[in-house]
């Protein structure tokens, strides 16, 4: 236990978690998320410091189906040792995202999350991909008494 105490200062959580439940919110609930993260970057004769907020907002249209919608805010600024230094800012790729549960039975549940992004920011390649991306992730978890396992 003291050797992962001593350990915590060196780990280093990344933004988003890719990590997904099976969980819904159940019919007619809805929560919303407001998240930040800051990164610099440095190499050789540059530094690029970055802040993204984002707020996601998550609505159960039946007990096992969510809809969200997620829309980021990026700060960019951009340092060099020439004394070159930029800043842009602007709304990321918005995401629309579906999480349907179908299975669940004797601890064992199973879902799908999809994802899609479309390009929102004016000079795209700065605050976004740019482009429209797709994603669906498979998700199993599994309950056993005091324990759940996604």
């Known amino acids: 236990m003291l050797c992962f105490a001593l350990m915590s200062p060196l780990a280093i959580a ?7 439940d099976t969980g819904t919110l159940g019919q007619g609930r809805s929560k919303v998320e407001l998240t930040a993260e800051w990164s610099e970057d ?12 984002e707020i996601s ?7 096992n189906f969510n809809v969200s919608f997620a829309l980021p ?6 340092e060099e040792a020439t004394g070159n230094n930029t800043a842009f800012y602007g709304i990321g790729d918005v995401k629309f995202g579906a999480k349907w549960r179908y299975f669940k039975q004797a601890g064992l549940s199973l879902g799908l999350k999809g994802v899609i992004s479309a ?5 795209a390649e700065k ?3 740019g ?4 994603a ?10 005091p324990w759940e396992f996604d």
Not at 42 to 53: H, Y
């Open 14 to 20: 990344g933004f988003p978690l890719n990590t997904e």
């Open 73 to 78: 805010y990026h700060d960019v600024r951009v």
């Open 57 to 63: 907002v998550v609505h159960g249209l039946t007990d």
């Open 127 to 129: 605050c976004g991909s």
């Open 42 to 53: 440095r190499e050789q004769n540059t530094q690029e410091r970055v802040l993204t907020q």
């Open 136 to 145: 669906i992730n498979a998700i199993a978890g599994y309950e056993t008494g």
């Open 131 to 134: 482009k429209s991306t797709q």
């Open 119 to 123: 390009p929102s920011c004016e000079g």
